[in-house]
C-alpha cells in the first residue's frame, strides 16, 4: 500500500531544482540510417504553424484533454539539455518525434509517477512534435511545460548530500553511473522516507520504503549499467518536513 500510494502522490510532482545540464548519451534516439549532420534545416522551420500550438521554453500551458490526441511543436536550433514534463489528472502517455530526422525520441506513459510524465533529454536540433494522448479513454486538464537543462539536483557517487525537504514536497536527485556494477542508495534521518529510483525517461527500477530493522530510512540496492538516473525521496507523511542525508556508494 505505501508504494502505491508513494506513486500516486508523485503524480502532482513537477521537480524544479536545478543542476548543471549533463549530455545524456545513453539516451540517443534510435539510428534510423540518416546522417544528421547533412540535413538541411528550414530558416523558418515552424512557418505555417498554429502559433498556439508551439510550446515556448519556461512556460507552462494549461488545456482541456477532451479525447482526442493533444499535438504541440517546438524547434531547437541546437543541440541541448531539456526538461519535458506534463501534469495529467488521468492516465496519460507522451510520444517526442524530431520531424525534421523521423526520429522518435521518447515515448513514456506514467509509470511510477501517477498520471504525470517527465523526461530529461539531450536533443539535437531539429523541429520536434509532441503528442499526448490517454490511455483510458479518460478527459482532463494538463499542464505541459518545456525548460532548457536537468531540473534535478546531482547526486554524486561517493559524496553525501545533506537535503531540506519541506512538506508536501518531494526531491528528485540526478545520478551519473559510469561503470557498470551493483550500487546501494541510502537515506540517514529521523524521518520516514521513501526512496524510489528510475531512468530519466520515468520508467521504475526499484522502490523501498524502510531498510530492515530501520523505521525511518531506505535502502536501494540495484545493479546499474552506465548511465543516467533519477533519485526520488519524500516523506511517507506528506505534512512533515525537515533534513535528510542521502549517499549512493558501490
Known amino acids: 500500500m505505501k508504494k502505491m500510494l508513494f506513486a500516486f502522490l508523485l503524480m502532482i510532482v513537477v521537480f524544479l531544482t536545478a543542476c ?11 539510428d534510423d540510417g540518416k546522417d ?3 540535413i538541411e534545416l528550414p530558416e523558418n522551420p515552424l512557418e505555417g504553424i498554429d502559433e498556439a500550438l508551439i510550446l515556448a521554453f519556461g512556460d507552462g500551458l494549461s488545456v482541456d484533454y477532451e479525447g482526442e ?5 517546438f524547434y531547437l536550433a541546437e543541440e541541448i539539455t531539456i526538461t519535458f514534463s506534463l501534469e495529467a489528472s488521468f492516465d496519460s502517455e507522451v510520444v517526442i518525434e524530431n520531424i525534421t530526422t523521423n526520429q522518435t525520441v521518447f ?11 517527465f523526461a530529461s533529454l539531450t ?6 512534435q509532441v503528442t499526448i494522448s490517454s490511455n483510458d479513454d479518460m478527459v482532463g486538464d494538463v499542464v505541459i511545460t518545456l525548460e532548457e537543462g536537468n531540473s534535478f539536483d546531482v547526486l554524486v557517487l561517493g559524496e553525501e548530500k ?7 514536497e518531494i526531491v528528485g536527485l540526478y545520478l551519473t553511473i559510469e561503470e557498470a556494477g551493483t550500487y546501494l542508495i541510502k537515506s540517514d534521518s529521523m524521518l520516514d522516507l521513501e526512496g524510489v529510483l528510475t531512468t530519466l525517461g520515468g520508467e521504475f527500477l526499484t522502490y523501498n520504503d524502510d531498510l530492515r530493522f530501520d523505521e525511518t530510512d531506505f535502502a536501494l540496492y540495484v545493479d546499474l ?4 538516473y533519477i533519485v526520488g ?9 525537515g533534513s535528510f542525508d542521502i549517499i549512493a556508494e558501490p
Open 20 to 30: 548543471t545540464p549533463t549530455n545524456n548519451d545513453d539516451e540517443d534516439p534510435i
Open 36 to 38: 544528421d549532420d547533412n
Open 69 to 73: 490526441d493533444l499535438v504541440y511543436y
Open 107 to 117: 515515448e513514456g506513459d506514467d509509470s511510477i509517477y501517477g498520471d504525470d510524465v
Open 123 to 128: 536533443l539535437g536540433a531539429g523541429e520536434y
Open 162 to 168: 545533506s537535503i531540506s525537504l519541506d512538506e508536501d
Open 225 to 228: 549499467e552506465v548511465g543516467h
Open 233 to 241: 525521496v519524500r516523506a511517507f507523511h506528506e505534512s512533515v518536513s
